[in-house]
């Protein structure tokens, strides 16, 4: 099983600004994923980090808002972009290869104010 | 579009009363259904996965069944510790992403 490790675990930030979420994963993978959880909730695909080129993003996401990079098959990073206090949540890192089981980090706890 | 639905929503049960999580789904070219346990305030912990009609897995008091339209989680003999939020994902033939269920809640009480 991957372990995947995530932070920070969670951050209190001013609208407008931007924070970016790091993830690593302790074994190449082929796919990475990024979700967002609202309380209660189920989990939300943001998008599919792509190594070595541009991620693939959910029905209503988009890249100027949450832009992701992964430069290798252990790391990617989500970042989240001029923030409101909707986008107050939690965001999850999740590995997976094929023909195996998704892991997921311990997930990053956001609030807008 | 693959689909998962949970049902219930939320389950409240007493220590030692065993009772059943549905999990039904429509999928293109199943590859794989997922339970997965997360706890409040931390990522969703994997359980296990079931590939073909009939199969079953166990671990603890958690026992998970297929068949082609659904799966359950039988909780047999619970106890508080097992309280968390239950989700259900499939993969399909498409791509590697996962569909998630809403979940289903379980309290149990001691």
């Known amino acids: 099983s991957a372990v995947i490790s995530q932070k920070p675990s969670r951050d209190i930030c001013q609208r407008g600004t931007s924070l970016t979420i790091q993830c690593q994963v302790d074994?190449?993978?082929?796919?990475m994923f990024w979700y967002r959880q609202q309380p209660g909730q189920s989990l939300t695909l943001i998008a599919t980090?792509?190594?070595?080129?541009?991620?693939?993003?959910e029905s209503g996401f988009v890249i100027d808002k949450f832009p992701i990079s992964r430069p290798n098959l252990t790391f990617s990073t989500l970042t989240v972009s001029n923030m409101s206090p909707e986008d107050s949540s939690i965001y999850l890192c999740?590995?997976?290869?094929?023909?195996?089981?998704?892991?997921f980090g311990q997930g990053t706890r956001l609030t807008v104010v | 579009e693959d689909q998962v639905t949970q049902s219930p929503e939320a389950l409240r049960l007493q220590e030692g009363e065993s009772s059943s999580l549905n999990c039904s789904y429509t999928?293109?070219?199943?590859?794989?259904l997922f339970w997965y346990r997360q706890d409040p305030g931390k990522g969703p912990e994997f359980l296990f996965t079931?590939?073909?009609a009939g199969e079953e897995k166990e671990k603890e008091r958690l026992k998970a069944t297929l068949t082609k339209k659904e799966s359950f989680l039988h909780i047999t003999a619970p106890k508080p510790e097992d309280s968390a939020t239950y989700l259900c994902a499939v993969g399909g033939s498409n791509d590697y992403k996962l569909s998630f269920g809403a979940g289903t809640t379980v309290t149990v009480r001691a």
């Open positions: 074994s190449q993978v082929t796919m």
């Open positions: 079931l590939y073909s």
């Open positions: 980090a792509n190594q070595g080129s541009e991620a693939t993003y």
């Open positions: 999740s590995a997976r290869s094929w023909g195996t089981e998704a892991f």
């Open positions: 999928v293109s070219g199943l590859r794989g």
